[in-house]
């Protein structure tokens, strides 16, 4: 994997971004289990995320911080289809978003490029279309920016290629959390043609950088873009799950997920970095109805590890939100 000097030095201080997708649910009973076909619920938000903030109340780093959590809100296309507003989420939630916002937290954006196919009559990932793509993703941007201060976001699908990077960029953001370093994917929506779950972090780094103007996975040398991309914390998967992986033709490391099980993502947790940001995301859906590959209980569980290890590797752990990476790396 190749290095980047932004944010290479040693760090005595860990600094930890817990990163929340803000997405409806699709894999929770009484859903559809298929996002593509556009049915839209929020139960992860409305009941799983209350009861989390709940159960972590008194979670604090080694320096006796609160832990923070970085909201990375749906505004886009869809959004705007489903609901009249692509900032929808922001205002049905407004009050909880104030909420967190006075304890600490940072609102992000989350946009993704579902699109509709009439013919197809279900959604799909478009990832083609450069007109269509610049116009979801700057009246997603506008949208939510009239009612926060957008200085963070996150890729859905962490799908990112060279033009949707300098948009971001050019919209002004400071801090993107795309990247899952060594990690692709490439798929379809069965019995169709049409793309979904689409991403290539193959080339890219762990440490953070200032991406090429003509390769968004590689840091630029004296020709980049001013936005910052802090790549999530990967890690190389065990012997079982590896086999596993290249049978179904996956990557062979694995996100830190906090909602994971612990079994299979404790490679994460339990081998913090040293000289990098620690970076990782979950899904509210995650968090309802336990079931053998999520949990709420795991998350509470994986982040106590991973103030564990901190403490055996003489790193001082530190809650923060994504944006604060900007100044600490050489934004």
């Known amino acids: 994997m190749r290095q980047s000097s932004v944010g290479a030095s040693h760090m005595a201080i860990l ?31 409305r009941r799983g995320i209350p009861e989390l903030l709940h159960r972590l109340e008194g979670f ?33 939630f407004a009050d909880f978003w104030a909420s967190r916002v006075q304890a600490g937290d940072e609102i992000g954006w989350h946009p993704h490029t579902w699109r ?20 979801c993703l700057v009246n997603g941007f506008q949208s939510l920016s009239r ?72 840091p630029g040398n004296g020709s980049a873009l001013p936005i910052l ?4 914390w990967t890690f190389p998967l065990g012997t079982t799950r590896r086999f596993l992986h290249r049978l179904r033709n996956r990557s062979w490391r ?20 040293y000289s990098v940001p620690f970076i990782c995301y979950f899904h509210p859906e995650e968090l309802l109805e336990p079931s053998w590959l ?10 106590k590890k991973l103030l564990v290890a901190c403490n055996n590797r003489g790193l001082k752990s530190r809650f923060v939100v994504a944006s604060d990476l900007y100044d600490s790396n050489g934004g």
Not at 15 to 44: C, H, K, M
Not at 62 to 83: C, E, H, K
Not at 229 to 232: D, I, L
């Open 15 to 45: 600094p930890i971004a817990v990163v929340v997708d803000v997405d409806p649910d699709w894999r929770i009973a009484g859903t559809s289990g298929t996002a593509y076909v556009g049915n839209l619920q929020w139960e992860g938000l």
């Open 60 to 92: 604090c780093d080694s320096q006796g911080t609160p832990i923070r959590f970085t909201w990375m809100l749906r505004s886009d296309n869809q959004m705007a289809t489903v609901y009249g507003e692509p900032a929808h989420i922001a205002d049905e």
């Open 116 to 135: 509709y196919s009439e013919a197809e009559q279900l959604w799909y990932q478009e990832r083609s279309d450069e007109d269509w793509i610049r116009d």
């Open 147 to 218: 009612r926060f201060p957008v200085r963070v976001s996150k890729a859905g699908w962490t799908y990112h290629d060279n033009q949707t990077m300098r948009i971001v960029s050019d919209l002004g953001v400071k801090v993107d959390v795309s990247a899952i370093p060594g990690m692709s994917y490439r798929a379809v929506i069965p019995g169709t043609s049409l793309p979904l779950g689409e991403y290539d972090w193959s080339r890219s780094p762990q440490e953070p950088y200032h991406p090429r103007t003509d390769d968004y996975q590689l």
């Open 229 to 232: 991309e802090v790549p999530n």
């Open 254 to 273: 694995d996100f830190a997920n906090p909602a994971k099980k612990a079994s299979l993502v404790g490679g994460a947790f339990r081998n913090p970095p």
């Open 294 to 303: 999520f949990g709420m209980s795991e998350v509470v569980t994986n982040l």
